[in-house]
T-cell receptor, first 114, second 113 residues
Framework: DTAVSQTPKYLVTQMGNDKSIKCEQNLGHDTMYWYKQDSKKFLKIMFSYNNKELIINETVPNRFSPKSPDKAHLNLHINSLELGDSAVYFC?????????????FGDGTRLSIL | DQQVKQNSPSLSVQEGRISILNCDYTNSMFDYFLWYKKYPAEGPTFLISISSIKDKNEDGRFTVFLNKSAKHLSLHIVPSQPGDSAVYFCAAFFSGSARQLTFGSGTQLTVLP
């Protein structure tokens, strides 16, 4: 019973294309996140979204846009893909009102740009 | 500018012995610290956490120690088991940051049978 699921697991595409990664959580959490794990294995926050408010990390290019159709979904759309976008992208969720609950992560989407 | 640092990229210990993983941070605003464990091709899974008002938290074989004055925390696993072999990430956030985690670069733990 997957709590946070991401699709696709692997995504190979060419530079300049537009692609989306989907994320769904069935934990009833009110906050969702996107993280990027780069080649040096650092996990870095990209966005957090709490129904009412989208918090954008200022280092994220505006080619990246999160879209949340409802509380259980936070999709990541990427325009004009560049070679440097190759990474593993992780979605996560948490309950904002309960600080004792940790973030739960999906298994990641490995994006490779040719 | 790494605000959370794990200076040991790898650690090997014998089964049954203690594993000690270390983490340093620079941002004094962090008030909550977590350890995540990650297997290949999977997402990080939560292991244990500690609030800055405490100096120790224990959960079974796992204990996290926090030294605020040194801005240092450590994860102790005892006894270590082969199934503990994974990458361990230290992470932190501060109240008011929408709980956006800042991660260290991870330490690969290998427990030898």
């Amino acid at each position: 019973d997957t709590a946070v699921s991401q699709t696709p697991k692997y995504l190979v595409t060419q530079m300049g294309n537009d692609k989306s990664i989907k994320c769904e959580q069935n934990l009833g959490h009110d906050t969702m996140y996107w993280y990027k794990q780069d080649s040096k294995k650092f996990l870095k926050i990209m966005f957090s979204y709490n129904n009412k408010e989208l918090i954008i990390n200022e280092t994220v290019p505006n080619r990246f846009s999160p879209k949340s159709p409802d509380k259980a979904h936070l999709n990541l759309h990427i325009n004009s893909l560049e070679l440097g976008d190759s990474a593993v992208y992780f979605c996560a969720s948490s309950q904002e009102t309960d600080s004792n609950q940790p973030q739960h992560f999906g298994d990641g989407t490995r994006l490779s740009i040719l | 500018d790494q605000q959370v640092k794990q200076n040991s990229p790898s650690l090997s210990v014998q089964e049954g012995r203690i594993s000690i993983l270390n983490c340093d941070y620079t941002n004094s605003m962090f008030d909550y610290f977590l350890w995540y464990k990650k297997y290949p091709a999977e997402g990080p899974t939560f292991l244990i956490s500690i609030s800055s008002i405490k100096d120790k938290n224990e959960d079974g074989r796992f204990t996290v120690f926090l030294n605020k004055s040194a801005k240092h925390l450590s994860l102790h696993i005892v006894p270590s088991q082969p199934g503990d072999s994974a990458v361990y990430f230290c992470a932190a956030f501060f109240s008011g940051s929408a709980r956006q985690l800042t991660f260290g670069s991870g330490t690969q733990l290998t427990v030898l049978p």
